[in-house]
């Protein structure tokens, strides 16, 4: 691959067998070096490219790994695409933040998403103007649901959108996709069940409820890291198998 290390992919600086088959997924890069160091075991640093860290380690004796991704879809889709292609993952977990479009779902809580809708184009590019539903792998869903249960987390189970505008001319834009049961908005994981999807790769989406768009409520980023903390413990087990 001229003049290119072979082993590397074109956002991703790791060898192969240096990411693990699981990988978790947060769009901060600061995040994954924070989950990485607090939470995993023998962990190294495969990835510094563009700053967007990628580390591998075990937890409870499995190996995982865990990816930044940048914000929103295009910049997901390319390390999810080299994950899936140049590195076969096969278990990826989107660990975020979201913000409520519910009144019952709380800043703090956890949302499980079994699909995302997007106001993004990629699908209408990808599938020619055919509405594609992309859904979360069922067997994920369900182990993170009873964990959580098991955990007496607050957790809610539904569809999320995917939003390409984190800022939006119209305030109340958002009442639309509420009206039909949308919990909460974020900017991925709509992009990773569509990616996985055709890689027959496992995918789910858990978030933290980050900011509420109902009651205008804001987590401090004391409170953030906290929440942050057990969903991630979540998701691991969740994707390494740990029974409920
Ligand atoms: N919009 C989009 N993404 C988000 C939000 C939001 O309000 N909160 C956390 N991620």
Redesign the pocket.
Known sequence: MGGYNELMSVHIGAASGEIADIVLLP?DPLRAKFAAEELLSDVTCYNEVRGMFGFTGTWKGTRVSIQGTG?GVPSLSIYVHELLHEYQAKTLIRI????SYQADVHVNDIVIAMTASTDNAHNRLRFGGKDFAPCADFGLLRRAADLADERALRYHVGGIVS?D??YQDDPEA?KHLANYQVL????EANALYTLASAAKAHALAI?T???S?VTREELSAEDRRAGFASMIELSLDTAVGVEA
């Open positions: 769009g914000m975020g933040s979201c913000g939003s505008t984190f958002w909460a908005v974020e900017m978030c409820v980050s900011d768009l």
